[in-house]
C-alpha cells in the first residue's frame, strides 16, 4: 500500500485517541457515558449511568491514550523520522490489538452489567 494511507491510517487513530480521552475524562467529571460508547436507546435502560460512567470512562481513557501513543508511533516510523526495527512495529500493532480486544471486552461486560 502507499505510505500516504499509512499516515493518514495513523493521524486518524492519534485523533481518535485524542477525542477518546477527551470524552472519557469529561464525561467520568461528569457522571455521564459518552454516547458514541453506548447509544442513547441503551443510556435510556440504564439504571445507573453514573456507576457506569465510573466503571467505562476510565478504561475509554486508557484505550484513547494508547491509540494516540500508536498513532504517534505510526507517524515517526511512517514519516521515516525513526526507523524502527520491524519487531518495534509488530509488536506496537499486536498491542493495539490486544488493547482494543481487551476494551470490547470491558464495553461487552459493562452493557451486560448496567444496561436491562
Known sequence: MDANFFLVFDA???ILGLYLTFISIKAYKNKEVDPMLINAEELVRCNDVPG??????PKCG???GFCVIFGIQGLLGDTGVIDYPRWVSAAFLIAFVAIYIVFV???TKAKKTYIH
Open 12 to 14: 486518524i487513530i492519534g
Open 105 to 107: 471486552y470491558f464495553l
Open 52 to 57: 457506569l460512567s465510573r466503571y467505562l470512562m
Open 62 to 64: 486508557i484505550f484513547g
